[in-house]
């Protein structure tokens, strides 16, 4: 998978480990967001990759 977000550090703790959540994990079925990126640290929770970079 490719998302960009994976590049971007935490605005919280500045952490670049991140967790993707998918439709697929089950786990936290309330919080089920499509390619969801979740800072591993924090848990912050990033944008989704919908919005890619438009910094150009
Ligand atoms: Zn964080």
Redesign the pocket.
Known sequence: MKIGDLSQK??????VDKTVKRDLDTEHHAHAKTGAVI??????VFKSPKSEKKEE
């Open positions: 935490c605005p919280k703790c500045g952490c800072c591993s640290e924090c848990g912050y």
